[in-house]
DNA sequence: ACCCAGGGTAACT
DNA sequence: AGTTACCATGGG
């Protein structure tokens, strides 16, 4: 079934391309189609809002994955009084999207050290071979279907030297030595430092975790293009309107050095 | 052939 | 506490 969303500061294209989730698809003109955690989408971007495709009952899901309810009209207002964040929000409509803590996480621990492009590839594999066949495509694997995996059974999806701390991930989330739940409930610092027990998991790949997977939206992770723009821009610390929003407004930082700030000198 | 990519680890000073 | 080689793979 087909439903309109109206919303505002939602670009479809900017906001599933932008490096935050790597399961999405453009289909053509304005539509997308893509598979977070085990439910597939269509997606339509309109005017005012969103056009959504999918079972009934697994709208609330969708809602809750775009996260609806933030009022980012507020928060660009605010971001604006920055100079620099206020050039990086120009023509974005980003939103940072609620995913679920453990394909976010098993995600960014691909993500290190690789490009956006090959870490698609790397996790379309891993849901090919050991997701379950869904609607539209393969649901990104449980900690469960993973739990026996060894580096070398993971060797089909060319991850290189991640495969044992995938491997490591997995079995420290189905030991319950890391528990989602449990981190939710921590303060950020601590949360981190328990996210950080998980091999080749540091302080990036963590924020990444604490941002995109608890929507800890004061968490920053750190790559290398956030660490340019700081050097340029915010060589003593971010303003106070980034606030508790800082992750948000690096997510608009990230997009803006990657495609529109001059990086050459 | 060389350099880089949403980094982290281990082994050095 | 701060630097550095190395880690697989693929694209420019």
Known sequence: MKFEIN????NLKQTLFC??????????????????????????????????????????FWESYFDLELDYDKLMESFCRDETLKKACEGRK???????????????????????KRITGIIDRLCECFGQKIEGGY????????????????????????????????????????????????PNAEAREALKTIKGVGDKVADCVLLFGLHRLAAVPKDVWIKRINARYY??????????YAGIAQQYLFDFARNDADFSG
């Open 94 to 116: 980003i939103r940072v999207l609620r995913q679920e803590p453990f394909e976010t996480l098993i995600s960014f621990i691909i993500s290190q050290n690789n490009n956006i």
């Open 235 to 244: 060589p003593d610390g971010y303003p106070d309107c980034m606030g508790e």
């Open 19 to 60: 490096g935050q989730c790597f399961r999405f698809k453009e289909i053509g003109d304005n539509m997308f189609e893509g598979i977070a955690l085990d439910k597939y989408v269509r997606l339509r971007q309109l005017e005012k809002g969103i056009e959504i495709e999918t079972d009934e009952k697994d709208l609330p």
């Open 139 to 186: 649901a990104f694997p449980t900690p469960k279907a993973m739990e026996k995996l060894t580096p070398e059974d993971l060797a089909p999806l060319r991850a290189g030297f991640r495969a044992k701390y995938i491997a490591d991930a997995v079995q420290k989330v189905t030991s319950g030595k890391v528990d989602f739940e449990e981190i939710q409930k921590m």
């Open 7 to 10: 919303c505002s500061c939602l």
